[in-house]
């Protein structure tokens, strides 16, 4: 999650801005997943941020 979160941070995925008046925030949630090899042994672990636009 830290990689991912820096990566998001170097990119400039976003800016800290104020909320407008009479507007709600989009929530949003970390997703995990562990990729496995083809033989079942771990390769790597996955994170990624979405915003949960249901809300």
């Not at 999650?1 to 949630?29: C, F, I, Y």
Request: hydrophobic share 35%; proline share 2%; charged share 25%.
């Amino acid at each position: 999650m830290q990689d991912e979160l820096q990566a998001l941070n170097d990119n400039n995925t976003w800016s800290v801005v104020e909320l407008p008046k009479g507007k709600n925030a989009v929530g949003s949630r970390w997703i995990y997943k562990t990729k496995f090899h083809s033989d079942g042994s771990i390769e790597r672990h996955k994170a990624r941020l979405v915003a949960r636009g249901f809300t």
